[in-house]
């Protein structure tokens, strides 16, 4: 038997990602073809796509705007959050276009493809409602616009192929941005039909001890006269130990693999362990399959909590919409680690993908960066939370659905946790309660090994009918003051935190008097920094600290969110132009706000921190109380004005405020220099802290987050601008009007400030500073070389940097 394929058309069109002999992934990536418009035609092979614009994919067509008032406005009340009348929404999806029709179409060669072999084509996803077509073939169609799924092509494969797709988006068929077109990753595989299924290896470790660990490996295989042979690997590349098996069980292959001495997966320590799966017939090998995957156990348990690896912890968590601000939905490995490098500086370790299946790339990122993952599903299930949501799709498909998300990502390590659905309206009345049980099960029956959760806000109801007592773990969302009933109620011995705080605040603005304020509004649609305003659902963060300290019980929370998202701009749904949310820990450009020092103080336990707020630039405010706040990791710290004391403040149990921050809340402004003094528990002084009054923007500054990148053509680095005086300090207030250059081996990609109100277009080279700040994003070519960012801006000096984008 000889298998080869040659792919001929343009080299470049394809990545060999593994090139074992039987079995061939190929990315496609480039030279897509993509039109709006529903063009029945588009189907046909022989459509002529030469004028439509030329992509690259992931892609995500609505992202380049404009923002429009009118799209997708919705004149609804918002049941959820507890509003009876209907008002009108606008940007409550983000208001950029990805309501209606597109189309992609890509050609493709593949030839010598014989009768033994077969072809798959995958999706991770696609928004929404594909329905794919080969050579002209319906091969399949999938409407839950957040899942992975995959089509046997080889019955329709011709030597030179159109692959086209449609996808159609319905108005209110979201509660955010949902990103419109093929937005993930998009594949053919080539392999044996006789070989390894797709999302067929099933890897657990059912029993760790010190000196070994079982690995159970189950593969579903099609073919017969088989043996398999899995080799494991340790993170270094060493072979740690091989076994092999002819004896199927129907079609699947089940071992148990000793693993001595492991070194086990942790958010400390994510150490990770390769099995490659090697499958013969008549002694020659047929197929390979490489999977990574980690060792470590876990449990919950009552009256103890969650457990990994033996140790009690609880989940220091962030919420993620799929969106990556500037980018829009289009994945970007380069984007979503920096998102995760700075979670790790916060002190994150857990992240929930609110409310919808993760990309694989992100999965890979936090199986290599130690992050654990709370892998969540649906938004809806039967009953409506939006007018075209996924309540449409339920009965037919919600099966489907959970088979995909658990094959497609059950082998990661850091998932440690299931999410059946957030805040579903089904909570209400009995069929909601079998609804629940119904999807549990799927979960139970797929993988035994983690547990399921839905996030409640019906809490009063779910302690009524059953519905939080049937779960694995009972997630509350926000509902602080019903905790300790569930906690009684429920026969679990704990309660999560599956979605907390939901906290808002602009970066770098600061509203007085400082206070306590739910749904608070303003005349410029910001929120305070000072991270005292919250939703009428919701709270701020140190009512949350308070529970989770104090309740041994409490295994964690996930806060509402980590970055923020295009859409769903609480507390101005009604207020046009507010596009995109208040609610992230760090802005949409991923620039921390004042909130990422106040999680950091407490989740990073390995830095200190030491961060001081507001900003010292209030002309107009002389004399007027402008109280100060510091979030440090220290207990106590001393604040100094122009020199003079305002006293040493200590953390203490008066309010939630007074245990997790430091305030002087009588400052009166005066222009100079605020200086804070920290002491460590033996009241030494720890560290010191100062931010000066800036005059006049003088100077733009560039600091790039990586000095070198890849050049692969899709690496991005991101460059942080903001301006400074002539005395080099920086200028808070500033919205001066920038101008972004880039040349050398790289191009301009977007740039984003952060401002929820902002209607200027990401992937234009201009953007305004807000509050002094916004990012630049630089994507790489696949040539290596120097790439140059230039900034300019009027009367102000330019700001100039070089990034490296090396061979990967
Ligand atoms: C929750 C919901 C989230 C988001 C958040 C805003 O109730 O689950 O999707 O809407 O409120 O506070």
């Known amino acids: 038997m000889r298998f080869s394929y040659f792919i001929f058309s343009f080299v470049t069109l394809f990545t060999l990602q593994f090139s074992g002999q039987n079995r061939k992934v190929i990315d496609l990536k480039e030279d897509w073809k993509f039109s709006k418009g529903n063009i029945q035609a588009a189907s046909q092979k022989g459509f002529d796509d030469t004028k439509w614009e030329t992509v690259n994919v992931p892609h995500d067509w609505a992202i380049y705007g404009p923002f429009d008032k009118e799209i997708d406005k919705q004149t609804v009340a918002i049941e959820q959050n507890g509003e009876k009348i209907p008002t009108e929404k606008t940007g409550r999806t983000g208001a950029l276009p990805y309501i209606g029709d597109g189309w992609y179409r890509k050609t493709f060669k593949l030839s010598d493809v014989n009768e033994n072999q077969k072809v798959l084509l995958t999706f991770d996803g696609a928004m929404s409602q594909p329905k794919v077509y080969v050579n002209g073939k319906k091969v399949g169609e999938w409407n839950y616009g957040y899942n992975y799924f995959y089509f046997d092509i080889t019955d329709v494969l011709e030597e030179d192929n159109v692959l086209a797709v449609h996808l ?18 998009v594949q053919l595989i080539v392999k044996n039909k006789e070989s390894i299924n797709h999302w067929g290896t099933f890897i657990t470790t059912p029993l760790v001890f010190e000196d070994v660990a079982k690995v159970n490996v189950k593969t579903n295989v099609t073919g017969s006269d088989l043996k398999l042979v899995t080799t494991v690997f340790d993170a270094d590349g060493n072979q740690v130990v091989s076994n092999q098996t002819i004896t199927l069980f129907d079609n699947q292959f089940e071992q148990n693999i000793p693993v001595s001495n492991p070194k086990l997966w942790s958010p400390e320590s ?23 995957f980690g060792i470590r156990t876990m449990a919950y348990e009552a009256n103890k909590g969650f457990s990994l690896n033996g140790k009690v912890r609880k989940f220091k968590g962030v919420c993620l919409h799929h969106d990556l601000g500037p980018l829009g939905a289009a994945i970007n490995r380069s984007a979503l680690r920096r998102q995760l490098r700075i979670l ?55 099966e489907k659905d959970l088979v995909n998300l658990i094959h497609a990502t059950r082998n990661h390590p850091c998932i440690v946790m299931w999410s059946s659905g957030n805040e579903v309206p089904d909570q209400f009345g009995a069929e909601g309660v079998k609804r629940a049980k119904r999807l549990q099960d799927i979960f ?24 939080g007592a049937l779960l694995d773990v009972p997630g509350l969302n926000y509902r602080l003051h019903l905790y300790e009933e569930a906690f009684e109620m429920f026969p679990q011995g704990f309660i999560l935190g599956s979605e907390t705080a939901s906290t808002v605040s602009s970066r770098g603005v600061y509203k007085f008097p400082v206070e306590k304020a739910s749904m608070k509004q303003y005349n410029d649609f910001q929120c305070s920094s000072y991270d005292l305003e919250y939703c009428s659902w919701s709270n701020v963060p140190d009512d949350d600290f308070v529970l989770q300290d104090d309740k041994p019980w409490v295994i964690g929370e996930f806060v509402w969110t980590g970055f923020d998202y295009l859409g769903e701009p609480t507390p101005y749904d009604d207020k046009w132009p507010s596009r995109s949310s208040y609610f992230g820990i760090n802005d949409l450009a991923g620039l921390p706000k004042d909130r990422f020092y106040l ?30 706040f510091v979030y440090t990791s220290y207990n106590s710290a001393e604040l100094f004005v122009n020199g003079k004391s305002m006293g040493i403040q200590k953390k203490n149990n008066e309010t939630p405020q007074n245990r997790y ?37 003088y100077k733009i500054v560039l600091e790039p987050e990586e000095q070198k990148i890849k050049a692969n053509g899709e690496d991005l680095a991101f460059v942080r601008v903001s301006v400074v005086d002539k005395n080099g300090i920086p200028c808070p207030t ?5 101008e972004f250059k880039v040349s050398g081996k790289g191009t301009y990609h977007a740039a984003c400030n952060g401002d929820a109100t ?10 305004k500073l807000f509050s002094g700040k916004l990012v630049v994003l630089v994507q790489t070519t696949k040539e290596a070389g120097d790439i140059k960012l230039k900034v300019s801006g009027k009367g102000l000096k330019t700001g100039h940097v070089t990034i490296q984008s090396v061979i990967p």
Not at 446 to 451: H, K, Q, S, V
Request: charged residues 25%; contains cysteine.
């Open 168 to 185: 159609s988006n319905q108005g209110e068929s979201s509660r955010w941005y949902p990103g419109a077109g093929l937005y993930r990753k």
């Open 661 to 697: 921050r430091l305030m002087w809340m009588d400052v009166n402004y005066e222009p100079g220099t605020l200086k804070v003094v920290a002491f460590d528990d033996h009241g030494n002084l720890s560290e010191e802290k100062e931010i000066h009054t800036a005059g006049t923007a």
């Open 599 to 628: 999680y950091r103080s407490r989740w990073n336990t390995e830095d200190e921190t030491l961060h001081v707020l507001p900003h010292w630039n209030w002309e107009g405010r002389e004399g007027e109380t402008t109280p100060v």
């Open 270 to 292: 994510p150490y990770l362990y390769t099995a490659v799966l090697k499958l013969y017939k008549d002694e020659k090998l047929i197929d390979e399959v490489s999977t990574k």
């Open 758 to 767: 902002s209607l200027e277009l990401f992937h234009l080279p201009t953007m």
């Open 444 to 467: 139970h029956r797929e993988d035994p090994t983690r547990p399921v959760t839905v996030g409640m806000d019906r809490v009063a109801q779910t302690m009524k009918s059953g519905f």
């Open 734 to 738: 500033a919205t001066n009007q920038l």
């Open 344 to 398: 790790k500086d916060m002190g994150v370790d857990a992240i929930r993908s609110s409310h919808n299946m993760p990309s694989l790339e992100q999965l890979e990122l936090c199986d290599e960066m130690g992050f654990m993952f709370l892998a969540e599903s649906f938004d809806e299930w039967a009953k409506a939370k939006v007018k075209n949501g996924y309540h449409q799709f339920f009965e037919a498909d919600v």
